[in-house]
């Protein structure tokens, strides 16, 4: 599976919009990209996923890049709920169940 | 329709004992893997069942150990505990496990303590 990198922590306004970025360098044509948050102590949180065009729901955006190299979730309106570690895991289709999940960005929300 | 659900919440036990925790997947989903989460080592995959066979394992001893009912309902063990198994063990479930479109839900964990 691609490995990912995202930067350790971000801190955003509350009520701006959170862009949480991930480098995907090494993606293969048949890797999606999901992302994941995890609220302290909780179970990580599915948010969205894609493989190449950007994705809408109501929790958030996904923006990938053309060259699919790197993705950004977008939160449009954040609020103090959303500070969370939040994941950015590339996933082979046809893969068995089975995430590889890295640091993450922990998303600092401030009022 | 009820998410994943895991039992105990909360767990405390002694090194040498061992210790068994339970996970009941979202209703028709018939993948279940499990995860270890640590301060030091982050998530880490345990193994992933479906169709009550282990299918995919991660670089674990053997002294963790799972299994899957005909329910899709799914135990793991481990044995001869040590101070190190101390985590938050997560459960995720999904219909079949493959196909990238096929996305994970996770339950709320089970927190382990070794004394």
């Known amino acids: 599976d691609a490995k990912t990198t995202q930067p350790t922590s971000m801190d955003c306004a509350e009520g701006r919009a959170a862009n949480l970025p991930c480098n995907h360098s090494?993606?293969?044509?048949?890797?999606?990209v999901y992302w994941y948050r995890q609220i302290h102590s909780q179970g990580p949180q599915y948010i969205i996923h894609g493989l190449k065009n950007n994705e809408t729901n109501e929790m958030a955006s996904l923006i990938i890049t053309e060259d699919r190299k790197s993705s950004t979730l977008i939160l449009p309106h954040a609020t103090l709920r959303d500070t969370a570690v939040y994941y950015c895991?590339?996933?082979?289709?046809?893969?068995?169940?089975?995430?590889?999940f890295g640091q993450g960005t922990t998303l600092q929300v401030k009022p | 329709k009820a998410g994943v659900t895991q039992t105990p919440r909360y767990l405390i036990k002694t090194r040498g004992q061992q210790v068994t925790l339970s996970c009941s997947p979202i209703s028709g989903h018939r993948s279940v893997s499990w995860y270890q989460q640590t301060p030091g080592q982050g998530l880490q995959f345990l193994f992933e069942?479906?169709?009550?066979?282990?299918?995919n394992k991660g670089n674990f001893p053997g002294r963790f150990s799972g299994r899957q009912f005909s329910n899709s309902r799914s135990e793991m063990n481990v044995s001869t505990l040590e101070l190190g198994d101390s985590a938050l063990y997560l459960c995720a479930s999904s219909l079949e496990g493959q196909g990238a479109w096929d996305t994970q839900y996770f339950g709320p964990g089970t927190r382990l303590t070794v004394l």
């Open positions: 069942y479906f169709s009550e066979t282990q299918r």
């Open positions: 090494t993606i293969s044509g048949n890797e999606y």
């Open positions: 895991i590339v996933r082979v289709r046809g893969n068995t169940g089975k995430l590889i």
